[in-house]
Structures are given as C-alpha cells and as structure tokens.
C-alpha cells in the first residue's frame, strides 16, 4: 500500500525567502509524482507534474525533483510571496489494480508574511 | 486548462435524506473520474473511481450502497449520499484526466461542502 509522507507539516517564513517542501512515498514503483496547491475551502490547482523518467521540473519560481529510487521529492519556492500561502499537497499515481490510483500526502501548510 | 466544475458548491441537510454532487468537464471528455473526500487537516483519499457506462470501483471501506456512483455521460459524474448522517459531512472533490492520463495532471473541481445536521 502506497503511503506519502510530507514535511514540514507546517512552515512560516517572511516574503522573500526560499524555501523547500519535501515529499516521500513507500513505494517507487509510481508512474508520476504532481505537486498541488489547495487554498482554504477550495479545489486543487496542478502546479508541476513530474514523470518517473524525470528528474525535475520548473514552472517560474517552483521547482519541483524527483528521485525515484529513493522514494522522494522536493518543491523548492524561490523568492516567497504572500500570495503563496497555501497548503502545498504531494501526490504520486499508482497502478491501482484494474485502475490508477492517486495518493496524497497530508500536505505542508505554508504561510508567507508580508 | 481544462476546467472541472462540481454544484453544489455547498450543501446543508438534514440527517436521513440524500444529496447529489455533481462533477462536470467541461471543455473535455472523461471516460473516468474520481472522488475524493477531504476531511478537516487531512489529506484528499479517494472514494471510487467512476468510469463511464460502466460500474464505479470503490476503495476498501467505501461503502456502494452509501455512496452512489453515476457516470451516464463523457462528461458528467453524480455522487449520492443516501441516508446522510452528521458522519458523512466533509468536503468532496472530483478530478478527472484528460487524454492519456497516466501522462497528464488530473483536473480538480472546486469540491462541495456537505454538512449533515
């Protein structure tokens, strides 16, 4: 059974700073690993996906790695925002049986302060 | 991006009645998605995964008969709550992938806040 495994649980940080979220799941056996972001009382937003033949990816300030083997991740923010305050949500895709499956972390809540 | 949208947005009952949640795609077409329930400080688990013209697979503990699962079209999935009680209150969220999803990011709705009372 899949299991993912986020950390820190919570983060504070002042605007500006750079900060890393870390992931880690149980099995590597994973088609892909995504990075979501969810704001309070609302959906998920895709911020990056990352194929298990990917070492990372890059969408403007976030940058996200994958080692497969090792059964981690990283989502690394540069240069935080307030506006980044958010709970950050891991989630890697197995094969499920006769389906994919999707599992989550427990997400890291970030707050940045202006 | 694709867009998923799910209504109601909010829902308040009354113990022992039913509730419906819809989750639509609206820009594409998906033979399969999923639900989710989120409760407080933890993290999304999926409920069923809803496939169209066929039977929903529900997950371990999931009950059927609780949560009915309605995926009629290539673009709409119903849940059912029946016989809601105060237990069953929590947020749900459907996603569905585009094309050959094990390659793409699944698309979320903005989830539908069921209190039972």
């Known amino acids: 059974k899949q299991e993912v495994t986020q950390i820190p649980a919570a983060l504070s940080v002042p605007e500006g700073e750079n900060l890393v979220l870390n992931c880690s799941f149980t099995?590597?056996?994973?088609?892909?690993l995504q990075w979501f972001r969810q704001d309070p009382g609302k959906g998920l937003t895709s911020l990056l996906l990352i194929q298990s033949s990917q070492r990372e990816q890059t969408s403007g300030r976030l940058n996200a790695s994958l080692d497969k083997s090792s059964g981690r991740s990283t989502l690394y923010i540069a240069a935080s925002q307030p506006g980044d305050s958010a709970t950050y949500l891991c989630?890697?895709?197995?094969?499920?049986?006769?389906?994919?499956?999707?599992?989550f972390g427990k997400g890291t809540l970030l707050t940045v302060n202006p | 991006g694709a867009v998923v949208s799910q209504h109601p947005s909010r829902v308040i009952c009354k113990s022992g009645t039913s509730v419906k949640i819809e989750c639509r795609s609206l820009d594409f077409q998906a033979t399969t998605m999923f639900w989710y329930r989120q409760f407080p400080k933890q993290s999304l688990m999926l409920m069923a995964t809803?496939?169209?013209?066929?039977?929903?697979?529900?997950e371990q503990g999931v009950e059927k008969d609780k949560f009915l699962i309605n995926h009629a079209s290539l673009t709409l999935s119903t849940l059912t709550v029946t016989s809601a009680h105060p237990e069953d209150s929590s947020f749900y969220i459907c996603?569905?992938?585009?094309?050959?999803?094990?390659?793409?990011?699944?698309?979320f709705g903005p989830g539908t806040r069921l209190l039972v009372l």
């Open positions: 989630a890697v895709l197995n094969s499920g049986g006769s389906n994919y499956k999707l599992t």
């Open positions: 809803s496939n169209e013209g066929s039977k929903a697979t529900y």
């Open positions: 996603s569905a992938p585009t094309g050959s999803w094990y390659q793409e990011t699944q698309y």
């Open positions: 099995d590597s056996a994973i088609y892909n």
